[in-house]
């Protein structure tokens, strides 16, 4: 492990709740992660990687534990700064899609680059551009409810890469779709993470969408109890 | 920032046409009801205070009773004798006319008419500020003798004769035949909804002899222009005490009053009708404002997690804030100038439709539009600061 891992997390613990119902969903999870790697994340359901990625996704704070950022400690960062690392080197793409409702593709796409400060011309070509390159681009007028899941995810992936972060982080990006359409999402995936060195970081339950990964970790009980990278490769 | 936080805030207004409009209309319904309701209460005020100023601001009048209106509890009414004891003792007194009071149907032909029929001398005229339209007031004479002739109002003429000359024409007046010799100058309708030129005037005799049968009667005075009305009220109040035979420590048992007590006697009921209506109108400017925080709590859910998104794609806490606070200053603005404008064109229609004029009153326009902005602002922003200061996935997370 080097010191220029893009992310590195050492003894990240969480604890949700207090008092007698509080329940330690992370156990203490040392990890580090290279620029321009595919990781996929495997567990059953229940064991911490949810959570391990709203705190790598700074959405969540962990309970203690320290996580670097390029190096630097996010738990140093106040909320604001954690907005704005979000807002310039994280993207995300959900289970549920987590698109604005009666708000058509392109202005779901635009978003981020709106929080950018972006000029509105640059802001429609490079949602347009965004869109294109996930097969979009004749839907750019339709809102979510006109779209089918597969779509909607691809309006996601579209909304997360067009600020090219160096990070993308999909939460079980699969999870609502049919095999099929899966396995183009995962192309997608996959292409962005090829072509552009975009950094993914996934989590999935199927083998199938796993194989995708260059590296898998396995999560049990709050641990990390099994990393492809430390038995030399998938 | 400004200008992208503004656009967001339009966009998202124009996405939520229905919740929009929701919003925008419980504040319209509640601004415009209690703008129109002080509105035409304070025209009907204006209007009572109009109508007495009407009668001449150096008028008195003197009733049995401490009671403004009818019944003068118990209290001994005036006689003949008490009006010529004012009219020849009070030298600041210019004219004392005796008023008395009844209703009668009266019939010319094949048209009848409920009105009022005043009995009182020629003083009653210039007393109470009227006017002659056509003919003449009853003489001297006829007012000794009792007569059987009327001066009316217009709207009993239009009621009896239509358009013709109602002057020299007969009316019938319970058993008798009455001659119409004077027709009034019209002074249009009251704010109580009283038709003041609903009249008929006699000799007071007359209406004593052949309508009322009793010698009861109240005053109208009206006061010469160089004399002041405290010292005329003083001493008509003075002599009545004398002739009442009403003992050092007791109190008056009649009242005089002038023009000013009397109006401020009616405007105090149309005022406080005034603060009743604009109560109720109050209620539902509330009520406006409850729909408005049911329209957001209802939509909370959906808005908490949209926050979420914005948190999690890169939108700082203060971002998020001001589009909601523009969001919602921007829609209950857009409620409180509608409401105004509705308002104002309601309250110029039922003002004319009630014969009140319409008085523009700047204080309660800016009072309802500022309460429906805070309304807006309490209900649409407090729920969105609450989820912006979530984390991120507690708002993507809401349920
Ligand atoms: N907000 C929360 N409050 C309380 N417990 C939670 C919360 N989120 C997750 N947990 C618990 O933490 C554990 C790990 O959850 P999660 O990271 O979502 O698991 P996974 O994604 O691997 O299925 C689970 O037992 C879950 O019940
Ligand atoms: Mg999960």
Redesign the interface.
């Known amino acids: 492990m080097s010191d220029s891992a893009l992310i590195r997390l050492s003894g990240i613990t969480k604890t949700y709740g207090r008092g007698q119902a509080a329940f330690q969903a992370l156990k203490g999870i040392n990890l580090s992660i290279g620029a321009g790697d595919f990781v996929a994340v495997m567990g059953s359901s229940g064991s911490g990687k949810s959570t391990t990625m709203?705190i790598l996704?700074?959405?969540?704070?962990p309970t203690s534990g320290s996580y670097l950022f390029q190096g630097v400690p996010v738990e140093r960062l106040s909320?604001?700064q954690r907005?704005?690392l979000?807002?310039?080197f994280l993207g995300?793409v959900?289970q549920g899609f987590?698109?604005?409702?009666?708000?058509t593709a392109l202005?779901n796409v635009e978003?981020?680059l709106?929080?950018?400060?972006e000029p509105a011309a640059m802001r429609h070509a490079a949602a347009r551009s965004a869109l294109q390159q996930v097969g979009l681009e004749d839907w750019e007028g339709h809102s979510p409810a006109e779209l089918s899941g597969g779509q909607q995810q691809r309006v996601a992936i579209a909304?997360a890469i067009v600020?090219s972060p160096a990070v993308l982080l999909a939460d079980e990006p699969t999870g609502n779709l049919d095999t099929g359409t899966s396995r183009e999402i995962m192309e997608l995936i996959s292409a962005f993470n090829q072509k552009q060195g975009i950094t993914v970081l996934m989590v999935t339950h199927e083998p199938d969408m796993a194989k995708y990964a260059r590296r898998v970790i396995r999560f049990v009980d709050g641990r990390v109890e099994r990393d492809s990278r430390d038995e030399g490769g998938v | 920032m400004l200008w992208n936080t503004l656009l967001l805030a339009l966009r998202s207004i124009r996405r939520n046409l229905m919740r929009s409009f929701l919003t925008i209309l419980g504040i319209v319904i509640g601004v415009a009801a209690v703008i129109t309701m002080v509105t035409l209460g304070n025209g009907a005020t204006q209007s009572v205070s109009d109508q007495i100023s009407s009668m001449g601001s150096n008028l008195l009048m003197v009733i049995p009773g401490q009671r403004f209106g009818p019944g003068s509890g118990g209290a001994p009414s005036f006689k003949s004798a008490d009006v010529d004891a004012v009219r020849n003792q009070i030298s600041g007194a210019e004219r004392v006319a005796p008023v008395v009071g009844t209703s009668a149907t009266v019939v010319n032909q094949a048209n009848n008419w409920s009105t009022s029929v005043t009995g009182s001398t020629s003083d009653f005229f210039p007393a109470g500020n009227w006017e002659m339209a056509a003919g003449r007031v009853f003489s001297e004479t006829e007012e000794r003798a009792g007569k059987a002739v009327c001066v009316i109002g217009e709207t009993v003429r239009e009621k009896l004769f239509g358009r013709q000359n109602p002057v020299g024409g007969e009316i019938r007046v319970k058993q008798f035949s009455c001659e119409v010799i004077g027709l009034l100058k019209s002074k249009g309708q009251s704010a109580m909804g009283h038709d003041q030129d609903d009249i008929v005037v006699m000799p007071l005799r007359t209406v004593q002899r052949r309508l009322v049968g009793s010698q009861d009667i109240n005053m109208t005075i009206s006061v010469r222009g160089a004399s002041s009305i405290d010292a005329v009220k003083q001493q008509i109040t003075l002599l009545l005490r004398e002739r009442r035979n009403i003992g050092e420590n007791q109190d008056d048992d009649f009242r005089v009053m002038d023009t000013r007590q009397i109006a401020e006697t009616l405007t105090s009921t149309t005022k406080i009708l005034t603060m009743l209506l604009g109560a109720v109108a109050a209620v539902s400017l509330l009520v406006g404002g409850i729909g408005i925080m049911n329209i957001m709590l209802v939509s909370v859910t959906e808005r908490t997690r949209e926050i979420g998104i914005r948190l999690a794609i890169g939108a700082l806490e203060r971002e998020v804030l001001l589009q909601f606070l523009i969001e919602a200053v921007v829609l209950s603005s857009l409620g409180g100038l509608v409401g105004i404008a509705l308002a104002t064109g309601a309250s110029l229609f039922l003002a004319g439709l009630m014969g009140v004029p319409y008085i523009f009153d700047p204080a309660i326009n800016l009072v309802s539009f500022l309460f429906s902005a805070a309304i807006g602002v309490i209900f649409g922003f407090f729920p969105a600061r609450r989820a912006a200061g979530l984390n991120p996935i507690d708002a993507l997370r809401h349920e």
Do not use: I, M, W
């Open positions: 709203n996704g700074c959405l969540d704070v909320r604001n907005t704005l979000r807002r310039n995300f959900f987590n698109l604005l409702a009666r708000t202005e978003l981020p709106v929080y950018r400060g909304r600020t």
